[in-house]
């Protein structure tokens, strides 16, 4: 078999398993969920195979392609089915289904007692699906179409325990708020028609690059694109449904944190780099989003006390480090995907921690409830531990490596904006420590504080089982070793260079004092974590914490100021529009259907039953056909 | 002198009478009619000499095959370029083979095929005194509700003359569209016309109902006839000739010899326009246009429902065609007189079926509407007055027939203790008991509301495009209005099936035979397939729209 055609089969294979699981219906119960997981581990193994065909050929020659068929073939506008599979696809190919078979396999284990749990999977292989779909596409219309996929998935899973009308709504949340996004997304593909008569990569981002677009039309794509990108990613200003996300179940917000959906936007960006290349305003735009959100998650996730509450905070803000890094141009590119994938391993990691904390806990979020649980859970505390090293970028681990590049890589960027780009990205090292150490103080050192609930029972934490424990454990030698690997010789920066360009940096201070710099903070960040956490005894119930804590609670008070600008305004603007609706469109509406009703009632009567009116009326009308006829004879 | 001299006198040696020559036929090309016609014939003496147990398998079969052979001829002459290479007139200028022609009875021929289906169907009536009943009444002789009525359905009669009646009726249909002189289109619409008649008075329930609609049909169709007749006399005088060539010669002014006897009223324009009007209206008045329509309601009602569908979908092909041809082919030169003329039929019977249809009770009316409404829309098309026009209406016709037959099938099917329950009021929550039927009904009426991926969008798109290149725009925008009304009430239909509570004492669905099922399986398919894929179709039509002359 042809490499290419083996394309397809990556898509296949998890679609398949969502067509199969989702309309099998009851007698896949027992089997469902290991459906789901072969296939998704079948295109890992398809992925593997493609990785190393590629890894065999020149770096020029990597590029596959795959034509399945004509979408939409009409004269002027050609939509096709076809996939590129290139050195940025086939990482994030990996990424997707090696965590997403990982996260598979632990599902099995958490969702052991529920009922519905041949849907989940279904919906799981879905969301792979939709994903790989968004990553293959060779063109932005088909990409889109992924998109909406991951949209749909996410808002199927977050929305899993629908029971629950908090999860309910945070799924409609979070598919509104993407809504928003995937607006930019469907008008910079309408622009990039009209702007280059086509939207797949190759024409689009060859004309981009060439430079005779105006940068105008080009800026305008660009930030559309960057709206999409906030949307799927998370990024202010639309980052609120992330937070709310976590009602789903934790193999979700796994998911959706470290192998799919979020990682989308960072993607978008990076695909369409030749576009913001050409656009240096929507280059800074992006920047921008980038750094306000890396340091709004770690404030975010410096004050939650829920435990996934915080490492949704924390995921914003490494999200943000990432939209920072693709803001830089061609010295930020290869470091964002390199974030991207070292921050999948950790992240679904500490996900996945949580979630065995919570299984442990009768599914207790509160970390001011937990206390001591290194003692209960000594394999879940050992990997979730690598992970907390990993992110807070401890020397040696994977996030070092990946995210002292983005900051070096945000000096590299020159003159004040340098500067001050270099300044966020540490300070948010710091946070990133702090906020870090205090998750893992509270959950695994310490003296014990939970207590019974309101029925007496009492948690009894214990080591999940290992359909659990093995991926946690698989992905910490991910979180351990993934970095230093990925820059042995800059191995992946010359592995994507083909695709997304790769320049040095040349950051105004030297590559080892932004090093010191960078471990001196994150000493900081872990020194004041110790100090209010690990010295004192941590009370059960939340101080009042100063405005900045109260805030931050809040989630920085996003959603209130939604409920005043957009809520509030929404709903003046209905109830307006009601009003115009109900009075003045009903009103005609309304009044022609009466009118026509009536007259329809009127000439029913005609229809009498006789036929002698009937041979009348016919009589009549044909005096009136000939005198007609010979009327317009006459004028 | 001799005898023989003085005989001579008064007495003269007749010329040597000259050979009559006989006429000139061409059996291959005329193989559809004169196969249907034969089968109908040979239908007759089934009855007369076919013991009565066997006649209903017998005609069934004799009729399938016969219309299954004739539509087979028609491809056959369509496939070898009777239909636009080697398109002529035959039989001695009375009938014309040419693309439109044939597509039209194709059409026809398919439409009568999947009708006999119904025409058959002997699984919905309940069995009476042991034997399978059809739609037809036991003895069409017996008075209704009279003692020979009650001895007639317990020998188990049943009225095995529909099929025959149905095959001269198709015969007739299919000269019509293909007639090519005045008089063969008399004759063919009065063919088609008296088994039409009959067929309708022959409902096994409700007969009073069905007989009224059947004197009622007779009687206006008599009186429209008469009409047609006196404009066919009126043509004459004007041309001197029937034959759709020789009026059109004379209307173009081309003419070149001028028959003395008639030299007084050759080319009087008055002969000419009423004559031409009062043929149309003969025509109108089959194609149910207002102000003409006034039978169909009633007798769509009354009808046996296999009839009402085979009647609203073939006699509607057959019409539009003659109707087709006699416009193009004979009255072009007239066009400037009768195009406005039939702007404003087409106009009020757009709105009027559309309008009166949304206060109908009865399905089978509101189907009758309906089918006055979508007369209007085709009628846009004839009006366009080009190539397209002609197409858009040979397709149109071909997606309506299957919709049409497709739907009244359906209306076989929902019974109660009376027989078919056709009070819409019976129709509330089908979508509940029977989500099937209620779906395939409502895959109907969306065709009839010409809602994409099914055919009558496909149709009325057609028709429309063709009529506002054609330079009709007001039409198409009446046109719109009136999908915009007729839609209510189709859409209103399918929310009464989906969302209204069943009622308690509501009708059963009845389980038919497979050959109900064909019809309603083949009416779903065309009209999915037509409105998915509909270009080789048009193609297809696109490829017949050049008539003969």
């Not at chain 1, 080009?218 to 949307?231: K, P, R, V």
């Not at chain 1, 996730?301 to 943000?320: E, F, N, R, V, Y």
């Not at chain 2, 925008?477 to 209510?488: M, Q």
């Amino acid at each position: 078999m042809n490499t290419e055609n083996m394309i397809a089969l990556l898509i296949a294979a998890p679609l398949l398993g969502a067509v199969v699981l989702l309309c099998g219906g009851r007698r896949l119960d027992r089997t469902g969920h290991w459906i789901g997981t072969l296939l998704a581990a079948a295109s890992f193994v398809v992925g593997v195979v493609l990785f190393t065909d590629m890894l065999g050929r020149d770096a020029e020659d990597r590029t596959l392609s795959q034509h399945l068929f004509s979408w939409i073939p009409v004269e002027g506008f050609q939509a096709d089915v076809a996939f590129q599979l290139d050195q940025l696809s086939m990482t994030f190919v990996l990424l997707i289904t090696g965590v997403g078979t990982l996260i598979h396999l632990y599902s099995v284990g958490y969702m052991e007692h529920d009922e519905r749990r041949r849907r989940f999977f279904g919906f799981l292989n879905l969301f792979l699906a939709a994903m790989l779909l968004l990553v293959l596409a060779d063109n932005y219309l088909l990409l889109y179409v992924g998109w909406e996929g991951v949209g749909l998935a996410s808002y199927l899973l977050i929305g899993f325990w629908q029971h629950k009308p908090s999860a309910a709504t945070a799924a409609k949340k979070a598919f509104l708020v993407n809504r928003v996004g995937d607006m930019g997304l469907s008008i910079a593909i309408l622009l990039m028609f009209t702007t280059f008569g086509t939207f797949a990569f190759g024409p689009v981002l060859s004309a981009s690059a060439a430079g005779d677009t105006s940068e105008g039309k080009l800026t305008a794509i660009g930030l559309m694109l960057l709206l999409a990108a906030c949307g799927k990613s998370a990024q202010v200003p639309l980052q609120s449904w992330l937070g709310d996300a976590m009602e789903g179940p934790t193999p979700v917000s796994a998911l959706i944190h470290a192998a799919t959906m979020v990682t989308a936007g960072v993607y978008l960006i990076t695909r369409s780099g030749a576009i913001f290349n050409a656009a240096p305003d929507a280059q800074l735009a992006v920047v921008v989003v980038g750094a306000v959100t890396l340091l709004f998650g770690a404030i975010v996730g410096c004050a939650k006390d829920d435990i996934k509450k915080a490492l949704a905070g924390s995921t914003m803000s490494q999200i943000g480090y990432m939209i920072l890094a693709t803001g830089l141009g061609p010295i930020g590119y290869v470091f964002a995907i390199m974030h991207l994938v070292t921050h999948g391993f950790f992240k679904a990691g500490l996900f996945l921690g949580a979630g065995s904390v919570m299984h442990g806990m009768n599914d207790e979020v509160d970390m001011r409830k937990y206390g001591g649980l290194r003692k209960y859970m000594p394999v879940t505390f050992a990997t979730f531990g690598l992970g907390y090293l990993a992110i807070i970028g401890f020397p040696g681990l994977s996030g070092f490596w990946s995210k002292d590049k983005i900051i070096e890589a945000a000096f590299a960027q020159g003159g004040t904006e340098g500067w001050i780009l270099g300044a966020v990205t540490l300070l948010g090292a710091a946070l990133t420590a702090y906020y870090m150490t205090r998750v893992m103080l509270m959950t695994f050192f310490g003296e014990k504080r939970w207590q019974p609930d309101a029925e007496g029972n009492a948690p009894h934490p214990h080591e999940s089982p290992k359909s659990m424990t093995i991926p946690m454990i698989v992905l910490a030698f991910g979180s351990v070793f993934a970095g230093g690997l990925f820059s042995l010789n800059e191995s992946f920066a010359g592995w994507l260079e083909p695709v997304t360009a790769f320049e040095h940096g040349h950051p105004p201070i030297s590559a080892g004092v932004i090093m010191t710099a960078t471990i001196t903070v994150m000493v900081l960040g872990i020194g004041l974590a110790y100090v209010q956490y690990g010295r004192r005894p941590v009370p059960v119930t939340a101080p009042r914490g100063s405005l900045l804590t109260r805030a931050a609670r809040r989630d920085l008070l996003q959603d209130d100021l939604n409920h005043v600008v957009l809520v509030r305004g929404g709903e003046h603007l209905t109830r307006s529009l009601v009003y115009v609706d109900h009075t003045l469109v009903d009103g005609v509406v309304n009044g022609t259907a009466a009118s026509v009703g009536g007259l329809s009632g009127r000439l029913r009567k005609l229809q009498n039953g006789f036929a002698r009116s009937y041979a009348v009326s016919m009589f009549g009308g044909a005096a009136v056909l000939i005198a007609a006829t010979l009327l317009m004879r006459a004028v | 002198m001799s005898a023989s001299a003085v005989h001579s006198l008064w007495t003269t040696a007749a010329e040597p009478v000259s050979r009559i020559d006989a006429p000139h036929i061409e059996y291959g090309q005329l193989s559809p009619i004169l196969i249907v016609v034969g089968a109908g014939v040979l239908g007759i003496l089934v009855e007369a000499f076919v013991a009565r147990r066997a006649r209903y398998h017998v005609q069934l079969f004799l009729s399938v095959v016969a219309l299954a052979a004739a539509f087979a001829a028609v491809v056959g002459l369509a496939v070898t370029g009777h239909g636009s290479t080697k398109a002529g007139i035959v039989a001695m200028g009375a009938i014309a083979v040419d693309g439109p022609a044939l597509f039209l009875q194709g059409t026809i021929l398919l439409a009568g095929l999947v009708s006999l289906f119904t025409f058959a169907e002997r699984r919905l009536d309940p069995v009476a005194h042991g034997k399978q009943v059809d739609s037809f009444v036991a003895q069409a002789g017996a008075p209704p509700g009279s003692k020979s009525e009650q001895a007639a359905v317990k020998a188990g009669f049943t009225t095995t003359e529909v099929f025959p009646l149905a095959l001269f009726a198709v015969a007739g249909m299919l000269v019509f569209p293909a007639a090519n002189d005045l008089l063969t289109l008399f004759i063919a619409l009065e063919v088609f016309s008296l088994p039409l008649y009959l067929l309708c008075a022959l409902a096994r329930r409700k007969r009073l109902v069905s007989q009224e609609a059947a004197v009622k049909y007779f009687l206006l169709g008599a009186f429209s006839s008469a009409f047609l007749l006196f404009g066919i006399a009126l043509l004459y005088g004007y041309a001197g000739t029937l034959s759709y060539a020789g009026i059109a010669e004379v209307v173009d002014g081309t003419v070149t010899s001028i028959d003395p006897a008639l030299a007084d009223t050759m080319g009087n324009d008055a002969l000419l326009l009423i004559g031409a009007a009062m043929v149309l209206m003969g025509l109108l008045f089959k194609v149910g246009a207002v102000p003409f329509h006034m039978w169909t309601p009633d007798v769509y009602q009354g009808a046996p429902t296999p009839v009402t569908g085979f009647m609203a979908a073939a006699t509607k092909v057959a019409a539009f065609g003659a109707l087709l041809r006699l416009l193009y082919v004979v009255l072009p030169g007239l066009s400037w007189d009768w195009r406005p003329v039939l702007w404003g039929v087409a106009i009020i019977t757009m709105l009027l079926g559309a309008i009166v249809a949304i206060t109908q009770t009865d399905i089978k009316r509101l189907l009758a509407y309906s089918s006055i409404a979508h007369g209007g829309f085709i009628l846009a098309g004839v009006i366009a007055m080009n190539e397209a026009g002609i197409s858009s209406v040979l397709f149109y016709l071909l997606a309506y027939s299957f919709v049409t037959i497709g739907a009244f099938s359906v209306v076989t099917l929902v019974r109660d203790a009376g027989g078919e329950a056709t009070h819409l009021s019976k129709w509330a929550g089908l979508g509940r008991r029977s989500p099937l039927v209620a779906a395939v009904f409502a895959v109907f009426l969306l065709a009839f509301a010409g809602i994409p991926l099914t055919s009558g969008f496909a149709g009325k798109f057609a028709v429309f495009k063709a009529a506002a290149e054609g330079g009709a725009g007001a039409l198409v925008v009446v046109g719109v209005i009136s999908s915009a009304i007729a839609a209510f009430f189709y859409i209103r239909v399918i929310v009464l099936m989906f969302f209204s509570e069943p009622r308690p004492e509501g009708p059963t669905v009845a389980v038919p035979s497979p050959l109900t099922m064909t019809t309603i399986g083949v009416g779903v398919a065309v009209t999915l397939v037509l409105g998915v894929a509909p270009q080789y179709f048009l193609d297809l039509a696109n490829q017949a729209s050049v008539f003969v002359r």
